[in-house]
């Protein structure tokens, strides 16, 4: 069966170092996301991208990047964690078009010290 | 700014009353979506509306979109306990720079007591 899945699903890291979050799926889905949650804000959208180099920037996307390679995988680097940051943190891939369901992984649990 | 806002944000209750969960904004959406998100878990869809004056049903749940596209509630009929979650509503724009992506509302935590 298709899925979506992220590695970790906990990460406790210090507040300046460079951490990565995974994102594979094999829906083989041309669009996918990155969002954070925290509560009272639900879902806020940080990094998306349509197909293989294409990269676009989200409402929050400051302090993060992302890359695309190749369909599969959709990696968040977080270049200098700050506490602001700590956050769950739950990648998403899509069809195409707007109306398509999102199917999201089980997300990142976050904590910066 | 919040482009949908999702009321109410926590909600309590007991076995067997129904409640409702509003999702309004003052932009149009070509489409709304609510999800579903149990703990440890990510959102799972449960149903999308399109057209203006939508209503769907899914077993005791009934979504509606407004006639204008900007909000949308979902009713839930005599709750259970196992439909106790996190509620999220999303609303997705046509076209231009809003292909694809979802606007979120703050989602509803709903708690059903036995």
């Known amino acids: 069966d298709a899925e979506i899945t992220q590695s970790p699903r906990h990460k406790i890291t210090e507040t300046g170092r460079q951490v990565t979050l995974a994102c594979h799926q094999t829906?083989?889905?041309?669009?996918m996301f990155w969002y954070r949650q925290d509560l009272g804000h639900g879902l806020r959208l940080i990094h998306y991208?349509?197909?293989?180099?294409?990269?676009n920037k989200g409402e929050v996307s400051d302090g993060y990047s992302v890359s695309r390679s190749n369909t599969e995988d959709l990696p968040l680097t977080l270049e200098s964690a700050a506490s602001s940051q700590t956050s769950v943190y739950f990648c998403?891939?899509?069809?195409?078009?707007?109306?398509?369901?999102?199917?999201f992984g089980p997300g990142t649990r976050l904590t910066v010290l | 700014t919040q482009l949908l806002e999702q009321s109410p944000q926590f909600l309590s209750i007991q076995e067997g009353e129904n409640l409702t969960v509003y999702c309004n904004s003052s932009?149009?959406?070509?489409?709304l979506q609510w999800y579903r998100q149990e703990p440890g878990e990510g959102p799972v869809l449960l149903v999308t509306?399109?057209?203006?004056?939508e209503v769907k049903k899914l077993k005791r749940l009934t979504f509606q979109f407004g006639d204008a596209r900007k909000d949308s509630s979902l009713h839930i009929t005599a709750a259970q306990p196992g439909d106790t979650g996190l509620y999220l509503c999303?609303?997705?724009?046509?076209?231009?720079?809003?292909?694809?992506?979802?606007?979120f509302g703050q989602g509803t935590i709903l708690t059903v007591h036995p």
């Open positions: 998403a891939s899509s069809e195409e078009y707007s109306t398509d369901t999102q199917y």
């Open positions: 829906w083989n889905h041309n669009n």
């Open positions: 991208s349509y197909g293989v180099q294409d990269t």
């Open positions: 932009s149009v959406f070509s489409s």
């Open positions: 509306v399109v057209t203006g004056g």
């Open positions: 999303a609303g997705a724009r046509a076209g231009g720079t809003s292909y694809g992506k979802l606007t």
